[in-house]
Every structure is written in structure tokens, then in C-alpha cells.
């Protein structure tokens, strides 16, 4: 699987400059980088984290669809902070997901890492959702995902993918501040 995980990890690369440089492209990536991980994680035994890029496929539609239509106005999508009614149902979406995978994963998988495998896909689905909106505090929910996964990819044995997901966590303290400049611009 090492060559599913450069290959993986080299298109992450891409995924996450595009991500930085707020392009639309980012997406086509996005469709690309989580068909390889559902396998990457599956053989791993990171079930939930495979689970969810079948997610991230779907989002990938999703996003490219809502940044072209530009949220209904025929421009590109602008980054905008999320707005405060949005936050109770996404920590009520991120709530419910983490106890819901981590029971399945504890009850019906052989996972030796449930919960941190749960926490990292749950804020994952609220990451690619704050993403696919275009609203800036989806960095934030990407640097824990990232920091926690960096660790769970050591321990695991993905070395690629942690060296990624370390980068990841860099770079999106940066593309969070980029994408604050770009709202002010």
C-alpha cells in the first residue's frame, strides 16, 4: 500500500495549496485524494477514517457545485466568517457523529484507536462542510483534525500521511490567516 500512500499523499500536497490559494481546482483533487484512502485506511484499520472519504468524495461534489454557483448569486463563492446561527448545529452534528462512530467502532470493528479515529472523522465532517461553504473558521476545525491525525498516523505506521497531516497542520494555520486577509481585501 506504500505507493497508494505517496501517491496519496502527493495529491494532499496539491489539494492543500489549492486549498491555501482558495481555488476552485481544489475540488478536482478533492475527488481524487480521498479515492485513494478509503484503501490507504481501510488496510490500516482506521475504519472511520476510510468511511469518511467516501464523504469527502461527496463533498467534493458538493463544494465544486457551491463555489461555482457562488451561493446562488453567479459570482465565485466568497470567504466569509461563519455565522453565529451556524454553530450549534454543527457542534450538535460534530457531537452526535463522534459518539455515534466511536459506538460503532468500539462494538463492530477490530480498531485499536475508536475514539481518536472517531474525533478526527466527526470534526471532519464539519471541516469539509465549513470548507465546501467557504467560511474561514474551517481552518481552525482543520488544524485539530490535523494535529490529532499526525499522531494517529505515527502510531499507526503511515508515515507518509503523518508527514502530511504534519504539513497540513502547518499550513493551515497560515491559510487561516491568509483566508482572514482575504475577506478584509
Do not use: H
Not at 475540488?27 to 485513494?36: E, H, L, S, T
Not at 467534493?60 to 461555482?68: D, E, K, M, N, T
Amino acid at each position: 500500500m506504500d505507493y497508494l500512500e505517496i501517491a496519496g499523499t502527493v495529491i494532499g500536497l496539491l489539494y492543500l495549496w489549492l486549498e491555501y490559494k482558495a481555488s476552485i481546482y481544489l475540488w478536482i483533487a478533492g475527488v481524487i485524494m480521498p479515492a485513494i484512502y478509503i484503501f490507504v485506511y481501510y488496510e490500516a484499520g482506521l475504519y472511520a477514517d476510510s468511511g469518511i472519504n467516501v464523504y469527502y468524495l461527496l463533498a467534493a461534489v458538493y463544494g465544486w457545485i457551491i463555489w461555482q454557483q457562488g451561493g446562488g448569486n453567479k459570482k465565485e463563492l466568497p470567504v466569509t466568517y461563519t455565522p453565529l446561527r451556524v454553530y450549534l448545529p454543527l457542534a450538535l452534528v460534530f457531537v452526535v457523529a463522534f459518539w455515534v462512530i466511536g459506538w460503532i467502532l468500539v462494538n463492530f470493528t477490530d480498531s485499536t484507536v475508536p475514539w481518536l479515529d472517531s474525533f478526527t472523522t466527526a470534526l471532519s465532517i464539519v471541516g469539509m462542510w465549513l470548507l465546501a461553504r467557504k467560511y474561514v473558521e474551517q481552518w481552525l476545525a482543520w488544524i485539530a483534525v490535523d494535529v490529532v491525525s499526525c499522531g494517529l498516523y505515527v502510531y499507526k505506521g503511515l508515515d507518509f500521511t503523518a508527514f502530511l497531516y504534519g504539513l497540513y497542520a502547518v499550513i493551515a494555520i497560515f491559510g487561516y490567516f491568509k483566508w482572514k486577509k482575504m475577506i478584509l481585501a
